[in-house]
T-cell receptor, first 112, second 114 residues
Framework: QQQVKQSPQSLIVQKGGISIINCAYE??????FPWYQQFPGKGPALLIA?????SEKKEGRFTISFNKSAKQFSLHIMDSQPGDSATYFC???????????FGTGTRLKVLA | GAVVSQHPSWVICKSGTSVKIECRSL??????MFWYRQFPKQSLMLMAT?????????EQGVEKDKFLINHASLTLSTLTVTSAHPEDSSFYIC??????????FGSGTQLSVL
């Protein structure tokens, strides 16, 4: 119940296209859902995060869609660029803790 | 923004030696820091929660005597891999929180044990 399932494992998108990464969870106590971007040999960097009281959050080209009833959330990268090629992790945490449960990661490659 | 500095970026050591990795919050105080381990092409595995002024809390299966954590101040936590062996080779990452729920990560340390 503590797992966060992430898909797909890898994704190839053409430049300018939309990249979509999905995550699903079981624990209804999760109330904070961040997305991180990680380049090889670097630590993860926070991209965007959402709480379950909103269904969508947008920051620049990055959008999180959240479906509370389905216990699913997704990251959409609009106008994907080769520089977006990285590994993306979703995560979830419960109130009162900074302890994150991470998804398994999605390796995104954007073709020039 | 919140900056977490991790040092060294990479280290090579001989089997049986100990290695210390530092994690600093540069522009904020962090009462709690986290240490993760990451194998190639895999997710982050939480090893322990480091609390300033108290003992670290280790996740199940993580050897306390192997991975010593010290959180001596509000801006510094250290991870010491004691008597390192080749199987300890991995990418180690720390994180810290400034306010709210956001975690900021260090740049990671690649440890190679020969």
């Amino acid at each position: 119940q503590q797992q966060v399932k992430q898909s797909p494992q890898s994704l190839i998108v053409q430049k300018g296209g939309i990249s979509i990464i999905n995550c699903a969870y079981e624990n209804t106590a999760f109330d904070y859902f961040p997305w991180y971007q990680q380049f090889p040999g670097k630590g993860p960097a926070l991209l965007i995060a959402i709480r379950p009281d909103v269904s969508e959050k947008k920051e620049g080209r990055f959008t999180i869609s959240f479906n509370k009833s389905a216990k699913q959330f997704s990251l959409h990268i609009m106008d994907s660029q080769p520089g977006d090629s990285a590994t993306y992790f979703c995560a979830a945490s419960t109130s009162g803790t900074y302890k994150y449960i991470f998804g398994t990661g999605t390796r995104l490659k954007v073709l020039a | 923004g919140a900056v977490v500095s991790q040092h060294p970026s990479w280290v090579i050591c001989k089997s049986g030696t100990s290695v210390k990795i530092e994690c600093r919050s540069l522009d904020f105080q962090a009462t709690t820091m986290f240490w993760y381990r990451q194998f190639p092409k895999q997710s982050l595995m939480l090893m322990a929660t480091s609390n300033e002024g108290s003992k670290a809390t280790y996740e199940q299966g993580v050897e306390k005597d192997k991975f010593l954590i010290n959180h001596a101040s509000l801006t510094l936590s250290t991870l010491t891999v004691t008597s390192a062996h080749p199987e300890d080779s991995s990418f180690y990452i720390c994180s810290a929180s400034r306010t709210g729920r956001k975690l900021f990560f260090g740049s990671g340390t690649q440890l190679s044990v020969l």
